[in-house]
C-alpha cells in the first residue's frame, strides 16, 4: 500500500465553532474522534450556533472535564473572554454565551448532530503550502480550517483533493473519502494570534474552486496517534 504520508497533527474540538485543542492520540468510532464537536449552541430557531454567524465564539474555548469516550460524552469546561470559566452542564454557561453573542442561546450534545458534512476532516501541509505560495503573505494556519487530520509528508500541491472516492488507512483506523472541502467565511476570522483576513477565502474561490481539504467518513474505527502512517488502501 503506498504510503502518502505520516499524521502530523490531531485535533478534537470539544464545542463546535470554539478554539480546538491538539492531542497526541485519540479513540475513533463511527461518529470520529471521540468527543470531537460534542456540544455546540443552538439558536432559538433551531440553527446551530456557528461562528460563520458569531465570530466571537472564536474567543472561547472548551475542554473535557473527563475523557470520553465511545459510550460518553462528558460535560466541558468553557473558557470565556473575559477570563470566566464555567461547565456546560449549567445554566450560568448558557446566559453568559447568550449574553456574549447578543441572543438566546442553549447548549446541545446531541451525539453526531454537529457535523457540517462529515465525521472527519483532513488537510495537508502540502496544501497549506501551496496556498502560501499561491497568495504570498497571508498565513495559511491549519487552526483556520479546523480539520482532525493533518498529513504531513504528501506530495506538494494540493494532493488530498486527488484522493475523492478512495480509502485511507491512518494508524488503527480506515476512512472513505467523501469529498472536497468547500471553506467558508469561517476561515477568514481572526483567532488567538491569527488576524482577520479576507484574502485566505478569496485565493481558495480563485485558485482551488473554493475546496481546500477533504471530508471522511469512519469505515474502521479504531485509534490514533501522531505519526502514524497515512497509506492509500
Not at 487530520?149 to 504528501?154: S, W, Y
Not at 482551488?208 to 477533504?214: E, H, I, N, Q, R
Request: net charge neutral; proline share 8%; with cysteine.
Amino acid at each position: 500500500m503506498p504510503v502518502l504520508g505520516r499524521l502530523g497533527a490531531l485535533w478534537r474540538y470539544p464545542f463546535k465553532s470554539m478554539l480546538g485543542e491538539a492531542l497526541a492520540r485519540a479513540g475513533v468510532g463511527p461518529l470520529g474522534i471521540y468527543g470531537d464537536r460534542g456540544w455546540a449552541l443552538r439558536e432559538a430557531n433551531g440553527k446551530n450556533g456557528s461562528a460563520k454567524r458569531h465570530a466571537a465564539l472564536l474567543s472561547c474555548s472548551a475542554a473535557y472535564t473527563d475523557e470520553p469516550d465511545a459510550d460518553r460524552n462528558p460535560p466541558v469546561s468553557i473558557s470565556l473572554p473575559d477570563g470566566r470559566v464555567l461547565r456546560s452542564d449549567s445554566p450560568a454557561a448558557a446566559a453568559a454565551l447568550s449574553q456574549l453573542l447578543g441572543r438566546p442561546m442553549t447548549l446541545d450534545d446531541s451525539p453526531g448532530a454537529h457535523f457540517d458534512d462529515a465525521p472527519i476532516h483532513l488537510v495537508t501541509s502540502a496544501s497549506l503550502a501551496e496556498m502560501r505560495r499561491r497568495c504570498p503573505g497571508a498565513d495559511f494556519d491549519a487552526r483556520r480550517f479546523r480539520p482532525n487530520l493533518v498529513i504531513d509528508g504528501a506530495p506538494a500541491g494540493l494532493p488530498e483533493l486527488a484522493w475523492r472516492g478512495q480509502r485511507l488507512r491512518v494508524g488503527g483506523c480506515e476512512f472513505s473519502v467523501r469529498k472536497p472541502t468547500k471553506r467558508c467565511v469561517m476561515t477568514t476570522l481572526a483567532q488567538e494570534e491569527l488576524p482577520q483576513d479576507a484574502r485566505i477565502l478569496q485565493s481558495i474561490v480563485d485558485e482551488s474552486d473554493a475546496a481546500l481539504g477533504v471530508y471522511l467518513d469512519v469505515t474502521l474505527p479504531g485509534e490514533l496517534a501522531l505519526n502514524d502512517p497515512v497509506e492509500l488502501i
